[in-house]
């Protein structure tokens, strides 16, 4: 037994020494270029290629590493035995990914690949002005060689239009507002951020489901564009504008937009904005997939009808040359607001509001009287969507949201009475949601309170409009008086002059 322990440390040492020997004789650059000439030719008779997506591209994180993952995320099962579990800042969701060293097989276009997750320990670090994660990680793509000139190109651009799809699905939406005064938070953005969480939706909007049905296929319609914009030559942007009575519903839309098509929201207030080249400044360090919103537009700054000022010569026109530079309620001399209707324009529609893509421009107004004409036009303002007071079918939304009432939960009496006493009342959606919120707990109550609540505005609108045509009719007949009583005047003021010119002629004579 001894003589075996003696001869297995003497073939210890010989290996020992062998061993340092190669380390001598094949040192590790040589090793290296070995191996590295070695599988180059095994590369040459292997039917695969192998392609490295590492973690971090020298000091920048490679996008295209963390796109693969989100992709694979999407792939795996769940009941697989070993998974990672990922959240994303801003992200209310878990996604499940490989594990470490594991691997997963895909498909594209009939091709099969194969994903390795690779993940070794570094070497120790050089001098690096960014300091590097202990382990190495990266994938690894294994394609068959024949199939490398058919998918590579247009499988990595599937991954990463599938990845930003998956990010922007469990990515919370935010809602900006521009900064105070112009300033910049800590990481020198003029936007700042809360999580965005409405909850309104197509669904519980209350507005007409055919015009519903139009916006939200205009919606997918645009979103989906990308080529057609291409094609046409036109930016890939639209321009909504939203137009009623306060009440009517204009901000719940927008909330229903973006949860629609998963958009952030900029909620641009232009009262804090100096001048032009501010808001231009604002609109570049916006993302795409969004919806820049400027509510109640025509009492942000003065954008009035300039037709509506031609016929009072006495009041300076806003635009006039000499108005251009102080056309908000401050002169920019003074710290004020100093935006022209020419600057906001160009924002909706000029040059630099092609520097994104994917972006939906959405002002509101109570009054779209007082908005100037070329601000509304085609190419700016798209589509105009009124938000109207409650109709019936509108009030059966909200009896549904509510109260939980289906419109055969009602009686055909109080139905009826409901369809002919809505249209007359003229309650706006916020008005009748009140009522129902007060009463929610007491269905009942809260129908007949309703009923009771339309009934006695189109009383008091019938009485309020029989008002308004007499005024109008006792105005008429009043012009029609002062025009009898001034003819005469104007008749005998005639004659005068005529009588006084033939005198003037006689004295000639």
Known sequence: MKENWTSFASL???LAFCQSLLQVIFPPELRFACLKFFNRILHLFSSYCYFDITEIDGV???ELYNAVQLYLSSSVSINDSRLSLTRALNSSAITFGLSDNDSIVDSFNGVTVL?????????????????????????????????????????LDYIMEKANEIRRKNQDRLLYTNSRGGSLDSRGHPWESVPFKHPSTFDTLAMDPVKKKQIMDDLRDFANGQSFYQKTGRAWKRGYLLYGPPGTGKSSMIAAMANYLSYDIYDLELTEVHNNSELRKLLMKTSSKSIIVIEDIDCSINLTNRKNNRNNPGTRKYYDPEMRCTSGSVSGEDGGNSITLSGLLNFTDGLWSCCGSERIFVFTTNHIERLDPALLRSGRMDMHIYMSYCSYPALKILLKNYLRYEESDLDDDVLKELAEVVDKAKMTP???????????????KAVSEL????????ERNVKSGSSREKISDDMEDEEQEKRALESPKEGSEFEECCKKEEEDEETIK
Do not use: C, M
């Not at 690096?128 to 068959?144: D, H, M, N, V, Y």
């Not at 009923?451 to 189109?458: D, G």
């Open 12 to 14: 210890l040492g010989v």
């Open 60 to 62: 920048n994180t490679n």
């Open 115 to 155: 994903w390795e997750h690779v993940v070794t320990q570094r070497q120790a670090q050089t001098f690096s002005w960014r300091a590097l994660p202990e382990e190495k990680r990266g994938f690894t793509l294994r394609i068959k060689k024949r199939d490398k000139s058919l998918i590579l190109d247009s499988y």
């Open 430 to 444: 916020a008005d009748i949601s009140e009522v129902l919120i007060k009463n929610r707990l007491y269905k009942q």
């Open 451 to 458: 009923l009771e609540a339309l009934k006695t505005r189109a």
